[in-house]
């Protein structure tokens, strides 16, 4: 019987995802001499080479790019046997991993950490705020438990809960509040700022002016909705945001706001969860939450 541990896994998944031994060592809370002795004490229960090391990196071997994919199932289902343990408590606690997209988290989170801390004293909550296809990635192994993202994700093995409907407006300079609204067609001809790709909301706002395959010229891609609204402010030109962003976003800045007419730019907003998750009955109790939040 080939005897690896748990521990030994996630070590093992570490280095293959960072692919470096110190960055490695770091994620997991250990020293990378102690790392570094894990791994090939695995390697030789196993009897065969994980990793090609070099000087500043290492790879995947063939068998080890085939073993990481039964590492990472082992492991989530080691995860799922803990949750199994925690769905039949009659109350929620212990740890919750919530994802949130960064057009959604500074926003909502404040209220919505709030309310679940009033709500159930005893869950721990840790937050992950990254972009849409990190998330999904991250809860196809494990790493999360639930994510608030923009609907649809259109994936067989989620779960998916809409929460609630927002719209976009249109930030422009001080000076241009009193010009006539631009339509869609009209934004295309404009010096459209935008999120930098990575961002759903970036091809929401693309989608909205009928720019999918083809983006303005004039167009400046920032990393955040704040940068956005300040590069408006200078005058850089204009954007779109969230409604939900706009009581924090817009405090301190020169711009106008407009809405536009029918039919509005939209998204749905919802929380996602894998369809296997034994929490599955509780991230709905979860969903409710912040459904009321928003």
């Not at 006539?180 to 002016?209: I, V, Y």
């Not at 990393?223 to 962003?245: H, K, N």
């Not at 939209?266 to 459904?291: D, N, Y």
């Amino acid at each position: 019987m080939i005897n690896i541990t748990l521990k030994q896994l996630r070590y093992f998944e570490a280095l293959a995802r960072h692919g470096h031994f110190g960055r490695a060592a770091d994620a997991c809370a250990i020293s990378q001499p102690a790392l570094s002795m894990q791994i090939k004490e695995m390697e030789d229960v196993l009897g065969a080479t994980l990793f090609e090391r070099g000087a500043r990196q290492v790879r995947l071997t063939h068998f080890g790019e085939v073993a990481v994919e039964r590492a990472r199932d082992i492991l989530r289902a080691a995860d799922e046997l803990g949750d199994l343990a925690r769905a039949s408590r009659e109350r929620l606690v212990g740890r919750l991993r919530i994802g949130v997209i960064p057009t959604i988290a500074p926003y909502l989170l404040p209220k919505v950490m709030g309310d679940l801390s009033g709500r159930y004293p005893e869950l721990e909550i840790h937050v992950r705020e990254t972009v849409t296809p990190k998330l999904i990635q991250e809860l196809r192994d494990g790493k999360l438990d639930t994510a608030i993202v923009a609907l649809p994700i259109s994936e067989t093995w989620l779960s998916e809960t809409p929460l609630f409907d927002e719209n976009f407006v249109l930030v422009r300079s001080a000076g241009e509040s009193n010009l006539p609204l631009p339509s869609a067609d009209s934004l295309r001809e404009m010096r459209l700022l935008l999120l930098e790709e990575g961002h759903c909301f970036r091809d929401q706002a693309l989608s909205f002016c009928n720019l999918q395959s083809a983006p303005p010229r004039e167009v400046l891609d920032a990393s955040s909705l704040s940068t956005l609204v300040q590069m408006v402010s200078a005058g850089m030109g204009v954007t779109l945001i969230p409604e939900m962003a706009v009581p924090v976003e817009t405090r301190s800045a020169s711009v106008s706001i407009s809405r536009f007419q029918s039919p509005e730019p939209i998204r749905t907003v919802g929380m996602v969860w894998r369809q296997t998750s034994p929490l599955a009955g509780q991230l709905k109790e979860i969903a409710e939450v912040v459904k009321m939040c928003a």
